[in-house]
């Protein structure tokens, strides 16, 4: 586990980056161009996923790191299944789908590790949580 908690340093928030990334090259492209609201969608999913796993790393308290990143994973559940659905509206091919499939499910597993990391941690004698922030 990495000690250092800015967000753009770890693994998770990379994966999503890139995830992030991908998901708005794809929806720019022809075949999602008469699925707006597909589009948006997964848009918004894939942006979710990011902004709260950076959220979840520089929040103060364990309780609130935990928050964000269940929300973070939740928004990588709601993208894999939208991933799904453009899968079957024919916008992605089985190719883009299984390595988008591929980005959510490595960027969940991280976010799980993390969060068990959280649920572990030993307060310290002062009952003060571990401060996330560098």
Do not use: H
Request: charged content about 25%; hydrophobic content about 35%; aromatic content about 8%.
């Amino acid at each position: 586990m990495s000690t250092d908690r800015r967000f753009e340093v770890q693994e998770a928030w990379q994966v999503a980056r890139a995830l992030t990334r991908s998901v708005y090259e794809l929806t720019t492209s022809a075949s999602f161009t008469a699925k707006g609201k597909m589009k948006r969608q997964m848009q918004r999913a894939s942006t979710a996923l990011l902004t709260n796993i950076a959220e979840g790393f520089q929040s103060r308290s364990t309780t609130s790191s935990r928050q964000f990143l269940g929300r973070a994973e939740s928004a990588a559940g709601e993208l894999r299944e939208q991933l799904f659905a453009a899968l079957d509206g024919e916008c992605l091919t089985e190719g883009e789908f299984q390595g988008l499939q591929e980005q959510c499910a490595k960027c969940r597993v991280q976010i799980s590790e993390y969060v068990e990391y959280l649920k572990n941690y030993s307060r310290p004698a002062s009952g003060i949580a571990p401060s996330l922030r560098p």
